[in-house]
């Protein structure tokens, strides 16, 4: 439960019929326009349990609701089958007022204090992050901050892959170039992929120093950690600036280097699915899962028998399961999907629990997908540049220089970067428009931002100290801004189900709309007490939901603009 309207509906409704109100509930549902009520319970699932028609069964439950709690609706009405609830506003507003001025708005005590462990970005350290692996890092930042503001005690955690080919390419490109600075391992390593196509017997040489690395060749391990180090901190350096922080940093590389690998793979073989194929490498079968039944089965080493990264990454698995944690939850890519069931089979083959895994889509190009290797990309700290270069020539056609927050261009950057991948569904690709990125019109958080900076300018000085009694609102708008902010705590129960931030988006865009009509209807501070003081109030509620809501995207609300 955490919709306060559907709660009174549901409780009265029980009463009534032979459903528990948890299954009420689950059926109500917001009526398409809002004249037509407050609230609908569909009848049409009754009809065979009550062998009555849907009709015949909303007009006894009508009957028998206005008989018996005529308190708590103003009307109901039944429209095909559908009963449709206007609620006593009075009453609702009480409850509001309550509700809001001991600011539980979001409530959902449940999560409280609970530990949530949660892997996230994870970019291989072999390049600038381009905005595709950023969206990895945007998600799992919100879903971090969802559960902190929930209240929960999260561990933030970043993998990182010091022992892949990639790196070994890397290691092998550079190694007679002491002095590599971060901003130029991207030329580097496009140019060695293709020096590679071009050079098959380099394949050779990379795989050489690997297989070394793996053998616990310190001097190979110190140029292994060397370009590592320097791509760890320049990747850190773009993702705190941007607002994305992690608590713990771990390195695949440990488990090779304390021969966990050989643990695993030795207990994977007493499962008896582990097995060598023809090319000399070790696999598992997982056929019995039925996720890939062409291609059951996941390589764990190489030919050589050096680790691949499924099996490291077994390993840290099972580290972060051993944490106890309420939730484990990792981020991977759309193209991860398999591998991220292919990780948790095997896990449980060795009697531990899997992660959550959160999957989103690719962040496309208009000329298609972005490469790294390829070196067809848009890097992220060069859209932050580009987006706080834009927002400060935006600032100075309408700002005062005297009156100017140096901060605010990147407020207004960074968010609107944010907002532009958050908006979009997980499930859904987001092909990159650097233009509709920078556009600070419309469905925007910098349209959300203003509103929250207008509403601070309104409240600026006024006392807010009302009484339950004095908290009276009669304009219709101001019931449809009590309904959606009595929905806050809706939005967030259906973002802590499917991770998609998309609903928290709209509901902020549709919510700041609502209150940009009701300013411009409804006049705030040139009224009357009785009218001014509860209309301040509710805009208060409206900023503060405002704040919560970007908070937990990852983007900043400054007080001005």
């Known amino acids: 439960m955490n919709y306060l309207l559907f709660e009174i509906v549901s409780s009265k409704l029980a009463e009534v019929s032979e459903l528990s109100i948890s299954d009420i509930y689950e059926k109500l549902e917001h ?29 006894d439950m009508r009957t028998q609701l206005l ?37 539980i708005l979001a409530n959902m005590t449940d999560f409280n204090g609970k530990k949530i462990t949660i892997e996230h970005t994870s970019v291989n350290p072999n390049a600038s992050p381009h905005i595709g692996r950023a969206r990895n890092a945007m998600i799992g930042d919100a879903v971090v901050r969802l559960y902190k503001f929930l ?40 140019a060695a992929n293709d020096e590679l196509k071009q050079n098959p ?10 297989n070394r690395m793996e053998s616990g060749d310190e001097k190979v391990f110190a140029e292994f950690s060397r370009i590592v180090e320097i791509c760890v901190k320049g990747q850190m350096k773009i993702f705190n600036e941007f607002g994305i922080f992690y608590d713990k940093y771990d390195y695949e590389s440990q488990y090779v280097q304390t021969r966990k690998t050989d643990d695993i793979l030795s207990d994977l073989e007493k499962t008896g699915r582990l097995f060598e194929d023809n090319d000399g490498r070790l696999v598992l079968n997982l056929d019995e899962f039925n996720l890939n039944p062409e291609h059951p089965y996941m390589p764990l080493t190489r030919g050589d028998k050096t680790s691949l990264y499924p099996l490291r990454d077994i390993c840290y698995n099972i580290d972060k399961s051993k944490k106890d944690a309420y939730k484990n939850i990792v981020v991977l890519g759309e193209d991860q999907r ?9 896990l449980s083959l060795l009697g531990y629990k899997g992660a959550d895994i959160i999957n989103y889509a690719f962040v496309l190009l208009p000329e298609g997908k972005m490469s790294t290797r390829a070196g067809q990309v848009v890097l992220l700290e060069d859209l932050m540049r580009d987006t706080v270069a834009y927002a400060k020539a935006a600032i100075s056609e309408h700002s005062n ?19 532009s991948i958050l908006k979009c569904g997980n499930e859904k690709n ?8 920078l556009n600070f019109q419309g469905d925007t958080s910098v349209y959300i931002q203003y509103s929250f900076a207008r509403i601070q300018s309104l409240l600026n000085g006024e006392c807010l100290e009302i009484c339950a009694h004095d908290f009276n609102l009669s304009h219709p708008l101001e019931w449809e801004i009590v309904k959606k902010l009595l929905s806050f705590n809706q939005v967030l129960c259906s973002v802590v189900n499917d991770y998609n931030f998309s609903s928290l988006c709209t509901y902020l865009f549709e919510l700041c709309q609502s209150f940009s009509r009701w300013y411009k209807e409804c006049p705030i501070k040139n009224t009357e007490k009785k009218i001014k003081y509860p209309r301040l109030f509710l805009a208060s509620i409206i900023g503060n939901v405002i704040k919560d809501g970007l908070y937990i995207l990852g983007i900043e609300a400054p007080a001005k603009l």
């Open 31 to 59: 009526p398409p326009d809002p004249e037509m009520g407050d609230v609908a319970f569909p009848c049409f699932s009754l009809s065979r349990i009550m062998k009555k028609a849907p009709q015949k069964i909303a007009e």
């Open 67 to 103: 008989t018996q709690s005529p308190q708590s609706f103003a009307n109901i009405t039944v429209t095909g089958g559908y009963l449709n609830f206007h609620l006593n506003k009075d009453q609702v507003l009480k409850q509001f007022f309550t509700i809001a001025k001991n600011g």
């Open 151 to 190: 209240g929960c005690k999260v561990d933030v955690h970043y993998l990182v892959n010091d022992i892949g080919k990639q790196i070994a390419l890397l290691t092998y490109c550079t190694k007679d170039k002491p002095n590599i600075s971060f901003s130029e391992l991207l030329s580097l390593y496009v």
């Open 201 to 210: 017997d380099m394949e050779g040489k990379v795989f050489d120093l690997l």
């Open 338 to 346: 398999l591998y991220g069931k292919q990780i948790n089979a095997a």
């Open 401 to 419: 220089a005297g009156e100017r927050n140096d901060l605010l261009p990147k407020q207004l950057a960074y968010g609107a970067i944010k907002y």
């Open 430 to 437: 987001v092909v990159f428009d650097r233009e509709n990125a």
